[in-house]
């Protein structure tokens, strides 16, 4: 870690702190509640929630402030793991006796839709003398401050990788309370890196590190990224407004990786298809999207792949795949565009606009 740039972070953080005490108490105090909301469930009370006092739950974290329809969200978190299956997978998790690489690997191998920005906000609301909220922010800002191989895609971020990250926040911690901040635990830290590190790391300085590409090295990790960059798909057509699903029979003997539906008054619909290239032969890829092609609803098919397998793709699909409706995406600007389009609905959600029961 560059303590250079973290001395001076906290000398700034500590100044602006005495400056302007109303601002910053006001926003620790929102901090000290939200630990009080989850400290007050024990496992047991966890197991025992209804449907309604899990919306709840999970309506107050920050990871949820990016859905307009938070109600639809938990809806669907309901509906794929079961209720049941996903209170107990949670309770584990929070407080089972497993060692915890095992806890945080085994639910994110299980539970589908909640991924490590959602379950460490949960872990650090918990116990917040252990965990840190490790999501995007958190790798910016660790980037910024020098802190080697922090992960870039979902299946890097390891139980092992996590408690790397606590270490660090702890690190923090201790530095922070060094320069006399009070009550400094890795919630306070979270607070630290979000309102004085990330406008820093936003800069992107000259020498700044910055996340680099990273080619999954086995099978596993391929399949992974495969997963990740379909779940990101469906994330951004609903964010969009789509009807946006994964594992769609757009025909006879095709099924493709999403679509993106939208409906059009009583006349019907228009479907865009996406077919996702990590890895191996593209002969797949190419057969599901010219199966596509012969739904009428089907306005465009997209492969999505890195830029040396969209060049093959564009290769081998000429005079297969109608030209005029195939499109391609780098999966890298796929990961740009989720988070890009993240930030500006929790910007415009924060406004609330809509009743949450509109």
Same mark, same amino acid.
């Given at each position: 870690?560059?303590?250079?740039?973290?001395?001076?972070?906290?000398?700034?953080?500590?100044?602006?702190?005495?400056?302007?005490?109303?601002?910053?108490?006001?926003?620790?105090?929102?901090? *000290?509640?939200? *630990?009080?909301?989850?400290?007050?469930f024990t496992r047991d009370r966890l197991l025992s929630m209804t449907e309604e006092d899990f919306f709840e739950y999970m309506s107050r974290l920050w990871s949820m402030v990016m859905w307009g329809n938070k109600r639809f969200v938990v809806d669907k978190l309901i509906a794929d793991n079961g209720f049941e299956a996903l209170k107990k997978?949670?309770?584990?998790?929070?407080?089972?006796?497993?060692? /915890?690489?095992?806890?945080?690997?085994? /639910?994110?191998? $299980?539970?589908?839709?909640?991924?490590?920005?959602?379950?460490?906000? !949960?872990?650090?609301?918990?116990?917040?003398?252990?965990?840190?909220? /490790?999501?995007?922010?958190?790798?910016?800002?660790?980037?910024?401050?020098?802190?080697?191989?922090?992960?870039?895609?979902?299946?890097?971020?390891?139980?092992?990788?996590?408690?790397?990250?606590?270490?660090?926040?702890?690190?923090?911690?201790?530095?922070?309370?060094?320069?006399g901040v009070d009550d400094c635990d890795l919630l306070a830290v979270d607070y630290f890196l979000w309102d004085e590190v990330l406008p820093l790391a936003e800069k992107k300085e000259p020498g700044d590190q910055v996340p680099v590409t990273v080619t999954p090295k086995t099978?596993?990790?391929?399949?992974?990224?495969? $997963?990740?960059?379909?779940?990101?798909?469906?994330?951004?057509?609903? !964010?969009?407004?789509?009807?946006?699903?994964?594992? =769609?029979?757009?025909?006879?003997?095709?099924?493709?990786?999403?679509?993106? $539906?939208?409906?059009?008054?009583?006349?019907?619909?228009?479907?865009?298809?996406? $077919? =996702?290239?990590?890895?191996?032969?593209?002969?797949?890829?190419? !057969?599901?999207?010219?199966?596509?092609?012969?739904?009428?609803? =089907?306005q465009a098919v997209v492969a999505v792949a890195d830029e040396e397998q969209l060049a093959k793709i564009i290769r081998e699909s000429a005079g297969v795949i109608d030209e005029k409706s195939l499109r391609t995406w780098n999966s890298e600007d796929v990961l740009a565009v989720y988070d890009a389009l993240v930030r500006a609905h929790e910007s415009i959600n924060k406004l609330a606009l809509v009743p949450e029961s509109f």
């Open positions: 870690m560059n303590q250079i740039k973290l001395q001076s972070a906290i000398t700034v953080f500590v100044k602006n702190k005495k400056a302007n005490a109303a601002y910053y108490d006001d926003n620790w105090t929102e901090r *000290k509640e939200r *630990k009080a909301y989850y400290q007050s997978h949670l309770a584990e998790l929070l407080y089972g006796s497993p060692s /915890f690489e095992k806890r945080w690997n085994t /639910f994110l191998k $299980e539970v589908k839709g909640m991924g490590p920005s959602t379950i460490s906000e !949960l872990l650090t609301y918990t116990n917040p003398n252990e965990y840190i909220l /490790f999501n995007k922010t958190t790798i910016l800002c660790y980037t910024y401050l020098d802190i080697p191989d922090m992960p870039k895609y979902n299946y890097q971020y390891t139980g092992k990788k996590y408690l790397e990250a606590c270490a660090i926040a702890k690190d923090i911690s201790a530095a922070l309370k060094a320069a099978a596993s990790d391929s399949k992974s990224l495969h $997963e990740e960059i379909k779940e990101k798909l469906v994330a951004i057509g609903e !964010l969009l407004g789509f009807e946006s699903r994964s594992e =769609v029979k757009i025909t006879t003997g095709a099924v493709v990786d999403a679509v993106w $539906e939208a409906k059009i008054g009583n006349m019907g619909k228009a479907i865009y298809v996406f $077919e =996702v290239q990590s890895k191996g032969s593209i002969d797949s890829l190419i !057969l599901n999207l010219k199966k596509a092609q012969s739904n009428a609803a =089907v």
